[in-house]
C-alpha cells in the first residue's frame, strides 16, 4: 500500500519561509509524477507544484519565484521549499503521487499571518 507523509508545516508571519517534505513508501522514482496541492478554507483544492518522473517542473502562476519543489533521493522525499510567503498561502497542503493511480497524504496546515 503506498503511503505519503507530509511534514514541515505550521505557522509564519508574512514574508517567512517554510519546507515542507513528503515521506513516500517505496521509492519516489517509482512514481511517474509527484506535487504539491493546496486547499483554502472554502476554496477548491489547487495545484501547487508538479515535479515529473523525468524531472520537469510546473508551478501555479501564484507560486512562481517564491516556491520550489525538489526530490531528494538520499531522503526519499520531496519537498516543497516555499519562500516570500503571503496571507494568502495559507491552507492546508497535500502531497499527491501518481503511480497508476493518484495517492494522497493525509494533509498539513500551513499559516501564514499578516
Known amino acids: 500500500q503506498v503511503q505519503l507523509q507530509e511534514s514541515g508545516g505550521g505557522s509564519v508571519q508574512a514574508g517567512g519561509s517554510l519546507r515542507l517534505s513528503c515521506a513516500a513508501s517505496?521509492?519516489?522514482?517509482?512514481?511517474?509524477?509527484m506535487a504539491w496541492y493546496r486547499q483554502a478554507p472554502g476554496e477548491q483544492r489547487e495545484l501547487v507544484a508538479r515535479i515529473s518522473g523525468g524531472g520537469s517542473l510546473n508551478y501555479a502562476d501564484s507560486v512562481k519565484g517564491r516556491f520550489s519543489i525538489s526530490r531528494d533521493m538520499a531522503k526519499n522525499t520531496v519537498n516543497l521549499q516555499m519562500n516570500s510567503l503571503k496571507p494568502e498561502d495559507t491552507g492546508v497542503y497535500y502531497c499527491?503521487?501518481?503511480?497508476?493511480?493518484?495517492?494522497w497524504g493525509q494533509g498539513i496546515q500551513v499559516t501564514v499571518s499578516s
Open positions: 517505496g521509492d519516489i522514482f517509482s512514481f511517474s509524477s
Open positions: 499527491a503521487g501518481v503511480r497508476g493511480v493518484v495517492y
